[in-house]
Nanobody, 122 residues
Framework: QVQLVESGGGLVQAGGSLRLSCAAS?????????MGWYRQAPGKQRELVAR???????NYADSVNGRFTISRDSAKNTVSLRMNSLKPEDTAVYYC???????????????WGQGTQVTVSS
């Protein structure tokens, strides 16, 4: 079993910045393929915000491209999302996601964090 623990959400005014972080941990050996952030606003489907692979390749939703930056520290099993120039439409619950292979059993699966609220006021 893998746990993803997020931190860094909160309330910010439009134009402000926030940084989200997520750390993966487990009592078993694992390797992380890709990590990313998704968000879900009230009444909307969960959508991809940004994703980064084990080789460092990134992709972003068009709505955040140029404002958000995803990064990861493979040694620490963490992923971060720097969010600049925040807009009210960025308000959502942000979820950390990781595609992880449990080495001992050879199973790969997607894991999710509990979510962290980001609220951008106008």
């Amino acid at each position: 079993q893998v746990q993803l623990v997020e931190s860094g959400g909160g309330l910010v005014q439009a134009g402000g910045s926030l940084r989200l972080s997520c750390a993966a941990s487990s009592g078993s050996l694992f390797s992380i393929n890709r990590m990313g952030w998704y968000r879900q606003a009230p009444g909307k489907q969960r959508e991809l915000v940004a994703r980064i692979t084990s080789s460092g390749s990134t992709n972003y939703a068009d709505s955040v491209n140029g404002r958000f930056t995803i990064s990861r520290d493979s040694a620490k099993n963490t992923v971060s999302l720097r969010m600049n120039s925040l807009k009210p439409e960025d308000t959502a619950v942000y979820y950390c996601n990781a595609n992880i292979r449990m080495i001992t059993v050879g199973i790969t699966d997607d894991y999710w964090g509990q979510g962290t609220q980001v609220t951008v006021s106008s």
